[in-house]
Each structure stands twice: as C-alpha cells, then as structure tokens.
C-alpha cells in the first residue's frame, strides 16, 4: 500500500494517538506484569496470590502469609527490638517472609569486615542470647543464635567481604 500526501495527516494523528496510550502504559507495565506473574503463580500452586512490584521490590501475598524481597539500604524496622542492629555491615537486600505463626526476615549484606560476627556474638551474648554456634573457617565465618521463640544465623565471606544475616520467629 501506498500513502499519499492527503493520508499523512491522519497517519501522524494515528501515530500520536497511539503514543499518548503507550506513555501511561508504561506504568500499566508492572500492572501487566504483576496480573502475569499472579496468573502464573496461581497456576503452579493452585493457590490465591496478590503480587505488587514497585521498582526494584516484589511482595506476594497469599492465604498463608506474605513473602517480599527488593533492594535495601537500612536495617528493617520490623525486626523485633531484642534482635541487636548487625552495625559492621551495609544491608543492600532483604528478604521477608511473614506467615500466621512465624516470621522471617533474611538480609543481604555488603562490606562485612574480618571477625565482625565474632564480635556480633559478643553482643548477643551481653544482651541474653544463647549462642549455638560459632565457627571460623578459611572463607568466613558463622553464628548462630537463640534467644525465646527467635533464632539468628549470620554467615560472613572474607573475600568478599559479604554476609548474610537470618532471622526467624517461631512458636515455641
């Protein structure tokens, strides 16, 4: 087919139209995405889901809990109070996960120095936890914790100067 001079007009129209309907849809992109990712999910599992994704941050919510992981940059003000601040870290992700009866929340962690979970045990034990483990190998090291219904692993890489940082609340 071939435009001729008289069709121009309605084409530019035609074009600009459809460029005002692409621009909102580019926030309709993640609306998009989220109906795939639910109808996808429900399939696999047989299961309800409400997925929401809001930059670089996805929540889940079903029947049984909510799971939701994204970029961080600040220790989660949810984690409860007797659970002391990891300072010798940048948090750079985390990850949580909440059901009816327990809780969890694993994070990411960047420019964890040398022997700073030994130190962390430290704290832990002056503010009342049990310390189940504690472990240095040639690559990193390790600490586990307890204190009532709430378990802590922490696990540090030297070379990398990487960690990572769990937290569990369970019925006792």
Known sequence: MHLQRKDWPNVLTAIMLAGLLVLP????REKAAEEMAERMIEKA???KVDVDLQG???KMTTEEGTVSWGEASEWPGDIPGDV??????KVTGVIRSHGAETKNW???LGGVEEGALTRYAETLKADGWEILIS????????????KGGMTLTLGANRAEK????HVAINPE
């Open 25 to 28: 849809a580019c926030t309709s």
């Open 45 to 47: 599992t047989g299961g």
């Open 56 to 58: 670089q941050s996805v």
């Open 84 to 89: 002391p601040r990891f300072a010798e870290g």
């Open 106 to 108: 694993s994070l990411v």
């Open 135 to 146: 472990m240095q190998m040639a690559e990193g090291e390790s600490v586990s914790a307890r």
């Open 162 to 165: 990487t960690g990572t940082f």
